[in-house]
């Protein structure tokens, strides 16, 4: 395990709930981080951009009463996504707002930006940046980044397609400071798969989808439970970025999941055109055949505290049979 900076260094539980697009809100964040688990939503969620200076009050406002009224047992922090790329126009101001309410973590994807590192260093925030790829590891480093959230193969939304052993192995060659590994995580003991690997912490996203608190369709949530690795599709269609999806909502919107076409990535855009795809295709990764039911954070947080502690016990109880 890495030596861990400030706030990552005391999380109630090794887990990191990943920015969904349109789906995370300061509700689901909120459960998120008093069920001791980082909450986090992309700071594209709040339309118009006005919104997430009220988002942000709203967070940082209900946290701060909740570890007051229990300091024994205190929130773990959130994270705010930022889209690091050249069609994402509010960037700045986005990033103004994460500056002027101190978030304790900053999520960077596509793109790793020395002064948006730097804003956030201002006051004391964490930087981790997402990456497909040892290359693009380096490269956040090396413009300042914190961590690094390893987006391996299975990653629900936009994801890469190393395994994990490769992706965790290489980086911790060269780097000892946090990593989160993203990719099919949604149980307990892949948690403490991921930490065995030399990971941090885990990353989940999907499974957090049908949670009670996400701002997911009751239809999306279903799909979620009803669903497993078989009808998540890989395509780079929908933003001009590789990603998995459902296959339900693909055949949904009137195409073939077995024969999609390939997209121009040159016409990439994480801004309003490309919300309406991710409203009508449900990104979701490979780890949902463990999600059986929809329940609430706090409960689905509780199961994967217990699976991570009887996942623990019986990895001892192999390693010294008889004690």
Known sequence: MSKLPAPLNSLPFPVIGSPLFIISNPKLV?????????????????????????WLIEITETLAAYNKANPDKPAAPFAINQIVHKSNDRLDHDMAM??????????????????????????????????????HARKAIEKGADGLIAVAAGAGGHAGVKSPFA????IRQWFD??????????????????????????????????????????????AIVDNDSDEIIYSNLFTGVHGNYLAPSIRAAGLDPANLPESDPSKMNFGGASAKAWKDIW?????????????????????????????????????????
């Not at 986090?40 to 709040?46: D, G, H």
């Not at 992706?167 to 290489?170: A, D, N, S, T």
């Not at 991570?308 to 049979?321: C, D, G, M, T, V």
């Open 30 to 54: 909120i459960a998120q981080c008093i069920a001791g688990v980082v909450g986090s939503m992309p700071a594209l969620n709040a339309r118009p951009a006005e919104q997430l200076e009220e």
């Open 98 to 135: 994460c500056v002027k309410y101190k978030v304790p973590i900053i999520i960077t994807s596509l793109g790793a930006r020395e002064d948006i590192n730097a804003a956030a260093h201002s006051y004391g925030g964490v930087v981790l940046h997402d990456i497909i790829n040892n290359k």
């Open 167 to 170: 992706l965790i192995q290489e």
């Open 177 to 222: 400071g946090p990593i989160a590994l993203s990719g099919a995580i949604s149980t307990g003991a892949a948690v403490l798969a991921a930490q065995a690997m030399g990971a941090d912490f885990g990353y989940i996203g999907s499974a957090f989808i049908a949670t009670e608190e996400a701002r997911a369709t009751p239809e999306y949530k279903q």
């Open 283 to 323: 990104g979701c990764g490979q780890g949902i055949g463990a999600v059986t039911q929809v329940q609430s954070t706090a409960a689905y947080v509780a199961q994967l505290k217990r699976e991570y502690a009887a996942a623990k016990a019986e990895l001892l109880a192999h390693q010294y049979p008889g004690v």
